[in-house]
């Protein structure tokens, strides 16, 4: 079974600071997803990587896959309160078709 | 653009009661995933399908069934609901491309 870590859980964080969220993962995977999550809403689809060392960037966000390491990072640049939600990361198996969903990373961002 | 729909949004029900879920998508995607998501779990796998008759258990199937009526279409049923099934479901497909999913809006299900 593949499993998913993501930390830190809660990151409460000041407008204009910097800041990484981290997503291990315990078995090879050639595939990972990051999601974004507003309270009471769906997921939407951030970003996602597909091979070592891949790096992509959206706004304030960026993400980053570490396929040795089973590591990716979601890195939050001069945070806004709009990047206030839950980030979740999401691993599919090498060649399967199942994702597992890290626990998610609720961040609140204060003014 | 409401490409994967879920309805109800909202349901509260009674323990012992048999409930429906439904999922359909206008993406034209044959792969459909059921999952529940609880608070400081993330979402696990209930279910999933790769077309009308493939249907699949996921990480925690147990007390739930699925149907899938058409390639539009995958239903989440739950024969006698109880409390700890209280949570929130979503449905997603499967893209063709990087194989990413998409979600519905989810179902907010109360088991009393």
């Known amino acids: 079974e593949l499993k998913v870590e993501q930390n830190p859980l809660f990151l409460s964080m000041q407008e204009g600071k910097n800041y990484t969220i981290y997503c291990n993962y315990s078995t090879t995977s050639d595939r990972l997803y990051w999601y974004r999550q507003d309270p009471g809403k769906s997921l939407e689809s951030l970003f996602v990587?597909?091979?070592?060392?891949a790096v992509k960037q959206e706004g304030r966000l960026m993400a980053s896959l570490d396929t040795k390491a089973r590591l990716s990072t979601l890195h939050i640049t001069a945070a806004v309160h709009d990047l206030s939600a839950t980030y979740f990361c999401a691993v599919g198996l090498l060649g399967g078709n199942q994702f597992y969903f890290g626990t998610g990373t609720s961040l609140t961002v204060i003014p | 653009d409401a490409d994967v729909t879920q309805t109800p949004r909202n349901r509260i029900t009674k323990t012992g009661k048999r409930i429906m879920l439904e999922c359909s998508q206008t993406k034209g995607h044959d792969r459909m995933y059921w999952y529940r998501q609880d608070p400081g779990l993330g979402l696990r796998l209930i279910y999933y399908?790769?077309?009308?008759?493939?249907?699949n258990k996921g990480e925690i199937s147990d007390g739930y069934s699925v149907s899938r009526q058409a390639q539009a279409k995958f239903s989440l049923s739950l024969e006698s609901a109880i409390p700890n099934q209280t949570a929130l479901y979503f449905c997603?497909?499967?893209?063709?491309?990087?194989?990413?999913?998409?979600f519905g809006p989810g179902t907010r299900l109360t088991v009393l």
């Open positions: 990587l597909l091979s070592n060392g």
């Open positions: 997603a497909t499967q893209g063709f491309s990087y194989n990413e999913q998409f």
């Open positions: 399908s790769f077309d009308v008759k493939d249907i």
